[in-house]
């Protein structure tokens, strides 16, 4: 076996700052799963001091392309290293890390509001997703199929503009009509400077003569030679409630689903829902659900319907409003697989006083 280490990428956090090591310990403690040809032991992965800086570090068998790839996108990793010598003595030879990055970080970084989840987290959360789902292994297969994640609580889009950083389609749903205007003012205008090809537009849903939404539709490829064969990301955000994203997105149709619960605050769903036909999200309907366990138990049906045979979802809440027991039971009420082994219970983390934010991952039967 070979020691491996990597160093924690800064965060301008301070709270994240403190949580990262243990997160990443318990993101590569899932991601090991993934990764086949290593054999990463779980039972290695710790955190060290090396000439005075701290790294995170565990032993594996030697690191195939593929392997070196995945570990690239850890949401901690700044830097990755094969250790070799005695302790306090030790040699850092580094590992050529390929990324799936697919464009600048401003795609994450630009949109600054109250609320805004860490972009690190969000990274994580949509790895460990990934890692739990049957087509991890389908991101090292070239020419593969693309992968598609919905955010059925969008929000301004994080989720949704990591997913398209790792080339991935992107698909969500919001209920505040400013958070989705917002974001389809963003992600335009980024599309613009960034001068890629693209068709993007902002218009209503209409049914028999009636708005029932508004929606976000954009093409785009990273190079003009992609987007002239037709080979384009897709991106499509609906201004609706949560509990109807099955009326906008196909049955079976995202491989995962990524989100943050409502923390208390921010993001909600009317009580008992609506069925189609009936006014636009956002004008009336009933008072805004805050509380998460209610919002879950009334979506979480249609969030597993439209995740494909093998898919995971992946959502992250405030624990002090809503308990685990709680949380899992609704997931595994709407028939998906809660995935509880020890590397999924090392999330929960401190972000405010009022925030102990922790994650579940389900999975959907592949049959």
């Given at each position: 076996m070979n020691q491996y280490a990597f160093l924690i990428l800064p965060s301008h956090n301070r709270v994240y700052v403190d949580a990262a090591p243990a997160l990443a310990r318990a993101e590569l403690a899932v991601l090991s799963a993934a990764l086949p040809d290593a054999g990463i032991d779980r039972e290695s992965v710790a955190e060290a001091v090396i000439g005075g800086v701290p790294y995170v570090t565990f032993e594996a068998g030697e690191l195939s392309q593929r392997d070196a790839g995945l570990l690239a996108n850890l949401s901690a990793l700044y830097a990755l290293f094969e250790v070799t010598g005695a302790a306090g003595n030790e040699l850092l030879r580094p590992v050529p890390l390929r990324r799936l990055d697919r464009y600048d970080a401003d795609l994450l970084t630009i949109l600054k509001y109250p609320g805004k989840t860490n972009e690190q987290f969000t990274k994580l959360l949509l790895n460990v997703t990934l890692a739990s789902s049957a087509f991890a292994g389908d991101l090292a297969a070239p020419g593969g199929r693309r992968l598609a994640v919905l955010d059925p609580l969008c929000g301004r889009g994080t989720t949704l503009n990591q997913a398209l950083m790792y080339g991935f389609d992107a698909y969500g749903a919001d209920i505040d009509a400013r958070d989705v205007e917002a974001y389809a003012v963003f992600i335009r205008r980024w599309l613009k400077d960034k001068r890629l090809k693209h068709q993007a537009d902002f218009a209503p849903?209409?049914?028999?003569?009636?708005?029932?939404?508004?929606?976000?539709?954009?093409?785009?490829?990273?190079?003009?030679?992609?987007?002239?064969?037709?080979?384009?990301?897709?991106?499509?955000?609906?201004?609706?409630?949560?509990?109807?994203?099955?009326?906008?997105?196909?049955?079976?149709?995202?491989?995962?689903?990524?989100?943050?619960?409502?923390?208390?605050?921010?993001?909600?769903?009317?009580?008992?829902?609506?069925?189609?036909?009936?006014?636009?999200?956002?004008?009336?309907?009933?008072?805004?659900?805050?509380?998460?366990?209610?919002?879950?138990?009334?979506?979480?049906?249609?969030?597993?319907?439209?995740?494909?045979?093998?898919?995971?979802?992946?959502?992250?809440?405030?624990?002090?409003?809503?308990?685990?027991?709680?949380?899992?039971?609704?997931?595994?009420?709407?028939?998906?697989?809660?995935?509880?082994?020890?590397?999924?219970?090392?999330?929960?983390?401190?972000?405010?006083?009022?925030?102990?934010?922790?994650?579940?991952?389900?999975?959907?039967?592949?049959?």
């Open positions: 849903v209409r049914r028999d003569r009636k708005v029932v939404a508004r929606r976000l539709r954009a093409e785009f490829a990273a190079t003009k030679d992609e987007y002239k064969a037709g080979d384009v990301q897709r991106l499509e955000v609906i201004e609706t409630d949560t509990a109807r994203v099955a009326e906008f997105f196909r049955a079976a149709s995202a491989d995962l689903v990524v989100t943050d619960l409502p923390y208390g605050v921010q993001h909600g769903s009317h009580a008992g829902g609506r069925a189609g036909g009936g006014p636009r999200a956002g004008d009336g309907g009933g008072p805004l659900a805050r509380s998460p366990i209610d919002l879950l138990r009334a979506a979480a049906p249609a969030w597993a319907r439209a995740l494909r045979p093998g898919g995971a979802l992946g959502i992250s809440w405030n624990t002090l409003v809503a308990r685990r027991e709680d949380t899992a039971a609704a997931l595994a009420a709407a028939g998906l697989e809660v995935l509880d082994s020890a590397p999924y219970r090392a999330f929960r983390h401190r972000v405010d006083q009022a925030i102990t934010r922790d994650i579940l991952i389900a999975r959907k039967p592949a049959t």
